[in-house]
């Protein structure tokens, strides 16, 4: 089985600032990393994920994330926040074994951008 | 038009009322899911269906069924409604793919539901 932790229920941040959100997870099989972010009032959209390759994954709206197995991290980031990026966001893994076909989500992230 | 749509968006009703949320999609895809999302807990797997002969419980069933009355429609039941079964639902879909654990989910505006 495998589990997700994200650090941070809430981040506040100014606009223009850089922002991390935290992601830790366990697993005991080789995993599939996602961050998906909710609008308000909206459903969860895929800002991006990891398969394999490249550790450094580039996704929508400006945002990256980095896996570090060793860590057994996959923290998100973007290097210039806006106003419009207020929202909730979600680290999930997906992996194969028993959990073939299913993600587990954290506990989500708050993101609020102030101006 | 939404890929992924849900009905009703909003619901509130009464302790030990039968409640069906409904799930269609457009996507042509063969697994479905449905979760349940509340603050501070994320969102977690009520049930999940491969293809309309499978349907399989997640970590969350008790309480729960569902029907997948054809490839784009999952419905979600709950038989007898209690209030903590308040929560935000969704339903999500994916494709078939080599290997399912990369899977992309794409889900649906979700629908909320408040049991008195």
């Known amino acids: 089985a495998q589990s997700v932790t994200q650090l941070d229920s809430q981040v506040p941040v100014f606009e223009e600032a850089p922002v991390e959100l935290r992601c830790n997870y366990s697993?005991?099989?080789?995993?599939?990393l996602f961050w998906y972010v909710q609008y308000p009032n909206q459903g969860l959209q895929l800002l991006l994920k990891y398969l394999s390759g490249s550790t450094l994954v580039k996704g929508i709206n400006g945002f990256e994330a980095e896996f570090n197995k060793s860590q057994t991290s996959f923290h998100l980031r973007k290097p210039s926040v806006h106003i419009s990026d207020t929202a909730e966001y979600f680290c999930?893994?997906?992996?194969?074994?028993?959990?073939?076909?299913?993600?587990?989500f954290g506990q989500g992230t708050i993101l609020t951008v102030h101006p | 038009d939404a890929d992924v749509t849900q009905t009703p968006r909003n619901r509130i009703t009464k302790t030990g009322k039968r409640i069906m949320l409904e799930c269609s999609q457009t996507?042509?895809?063969?697994?479905m899911y449905w979760y349940r999302q509340d603050p501070g807990l994320g969102l977690r797997l009520i049930y999940y269906?491969?293809?309309?002969?499978?349907?399989n419980k997640g970590e969350i069933s008790d309480g729960y069924s569902v029907s997948r009355q054809a490839q784009a429609k999952f419905s979600l039941s709950l038989e007898s409604a209690i209030p903590n079964q308040t929560a935000l639902y969704f339903c999500?879909?994916?494709?078939?793919?080599?290997?399912?654990?990369?899977?992309?989910?794409?889900f649906g505006p979700g629908t909320r539901l408040t049991v008195l």
């Open positions: 996507k042509g895809h063969d697994r």
């Open positions: 999500a879909t994916s494709d078939t793919a080599r290997d399912s654990s990369t899977d992309t989910q794409y």
């Open positions: 697993s005991s099989v080789s995993v599939y």
């Open positions: 269906s491969f293809d309309v002969k499978d349907i």
């Open positions: 999930a893994v997906g992996a194969g074994g028993t959990s073939y076909g299913k993600l587990t």
